[in-house]
């Protein structure tokens, strides 16, 4: 079936309750490449229980995720050939390493570009604190549906990005990914084929099986934690940013970054920029 607009506009996407544990955190710092320096102890207060554990900020998109909902046929949307386009996280308080979270997530927002042109849909999900009623982070984002505009929905209006960042950047970050990392990572909660099924990534128009997107905004995130916060996530505010190109597991992503706030990240082996139009805002 086709998308119909209020249908997809007005999805209802159930509430989530996940009860956080250290294990949970671990996992996803181990899945976005942290650890891989054994000797650096700043790396290992994220990935070791036996010192004071602190969540990678950037884990607010995976807690409490609704899972890939896009792929129930009522949506309408064609699953195999949506990409994750933009994504933002305001933190509102540190992330727990223990805990339960409610995750609630909706649709903002629904853009048809014109046949052929495919459409844009902006989601929103807040998480809270179960015990306490706090807000944690909220996390805003844009999915291309590439093949599916035309649905006679309205044309905006469309959110305008951070612009790109120019010049020469202030500190220059590479981290490598492995091979296998988009198969660890889909142990947080997204397991979308894409990722894990070279025939399923053959159909959408890739050669093999892409990293998510979410998982380069992981590595995105580390560098700006080694590079602007010395490792302490207290002082990450809020972070947007727009994926302009995928990454495939294996390839290392370098991280620019500028003093005014601005980040881009490209891949070495290929020399393309893969997120783009990025800003971070810090205490």
């Given amino acids: 079936m086709p998308v119909e607009y209020d249908t997809l506009r007005h999805f209802p996407i159930p509430d989530v309750r ?9 996992l996803y710092a181990l ?14 207060d994220f990935v070791d229980q036996h010192r004071t554990l ?9 807690l409490a995720h609704p899972g890939f909902w896009l ?12 990409v994750h386009g933009e994504q933002g996280i305001v933190w509102h308080a540190p ?8 995750g ?24 809270t604190n179960a015990a306490t009623g706090h807000l944690l982070a909220t996390c805003s984002a844009t999915v291309f549906l590439r093949a599916d505009g035309g649905f006679g929905g309205p044309p905006g209006p469309i959110r305008p990005a951070a612009p790109a960042p120019e010049g020469t950047p202030d500190h220059v970050i590479d981290l490598p990914t492995r091979p296998e990392q988009a198969l660890y990572y889909r142990l947080n909660g997204d397991d979308n084929p894409l990722h894990a099924d070279p025939s399923v990534a053959a159909a959408a128009g890739f050669p093999r099986p892409i990293l998510h997107g979410l998982c380069t905004l992981g590595v995105v995130t580390h560098a700006l934690l080694r590079a602007r916060c010395g490792y302490d996530p207290a002082h990450l505010q ?25 980040f881009r990240a490209r891949v070495l082996e290929r ?11 810090l205490s």
């Avoid at 996940?18 to 671990?26: F, H």
């Fill in 54 to 62: 602190r969540a990678m900020p950037a884990m607010a998109v995976v």
């Fill in 95 to 102: 992330l727990p390493t223990e805990g339960e979270i409610i």
């Fill in 238 to 262: 809020s972070l947007d940013l727009r994926f302009s190109a995928p990454v495939y597991p294996g390839e290392t992503i370098r991280t620019e970054i500028w003093a005014d706030g601005g």
């Fill in 271 to 281: 020399d393309i920029i893969v997120v783009n139009n990025g800003r971070v805002r």
């Fill in 18 to 26: 996940q009860t956080v544990t250290a294990r949970d955190c671990i």
């Fill in 71 to 82: 792929a129930d046929p009522a949506t309408g949307v064609d699953a195999v050939r949506l």
């Fill in 31 to 44: 899945s976005i490449g942290l650890g891989t320096d054994p000797m650096n102890p700043d790396e290992l």
């Fill in 104 to 127: 609630h997530t909706e649709v903002t927002g629904l853009v048809d570009k014109g046949p052929g042109k495919g459409a844009l849909l902006y989601t929103e999900k807040t998480l």
